[in-house]
């Protein structure tokens, strides 16, 4: 079971968060960190994520990339995205779900968008023959019958975004939570 969870930059900060908090209430993820903390944070060159399971630590983190994820509800696992253009999971498929152990269990690939801001929109196919499709992050969340879900945010067209709920033991994209123009 992961038993910590950590943003991390290349200039030494790092923010640890506390995994009895519900986070799919809106909880500001950085409550309690001073401002020139946040600053340094949101202003370094390379941001990524760490995990602990008992001793062990599995960090992530790439020079000049801003890797992001979070825990699965359950702390089984780590969702984990990774920028548009990453050089090893690039876009439609810059997600990955590791085990708590830092294997890949499943490389995710973005699923067509559902929400109403997508109807109608022809997805534009970017330089590469690939939909400009892209993952954007991932949150716990809570779904029609209000259970706390893991949800991914979905970016198309890079200015639109859903939020879908995420099944990460199939892999699998459930309906749409919200929709936003960003």
């Known amino acids: 079971m992961i038993t910590g969870f950590h943003y991390i930059t290349d200039n030494d900060i790092e923010l640890a968060l506390d995994l009895s908090k519900d986070y799919s209430r ?21 941001k990524g994520i760490k995990w602990l399971v008992g001793e062990k630590e599995y960090t992530l983190i790439d020079a000049g990339m801003n890797i992001t994820g979070f825990v699965t509800p359950d702390r089984t696992m780590m969702v984990v995205v990774y920028p548009y253009d990453h ?3 690039p876009s439609p498929g810059n997600a990955v779900i590791y085990n708590e152990d830092g294997t890949i269990y499943k490389q995710l690939s973005c699923p067509n968008p559902i929400s109403e801001l997508a109807k109608g929109k022809d997805i534009v196919m970017n330089a590469t023959g690939s939909m400009l499709l892209f993952f954007g992050g991932v949150v716990w969340d809570r779904n029609q019958k209000n259970e706390v ?7 198309f067209e890079l200015e639109y975004y859903e939020r879908r709920e995420l099944n990460y033991i199939t892999g699998e994209y459930g309906g749409c939570l919200r929709s936003w123009r960003q």
């Open 26 to 46: 809106g909880i500001d993820m950085l409550e309690g960190v001073n401002h020139p903390t946040r600053t340094k944070y949101f202003t370094a060159p390379s």
């Open 149 to 155: 879900v893991m949800a991914i945010n979905i970016g």
């Open 87 to 89: 050089p090893q999971y």
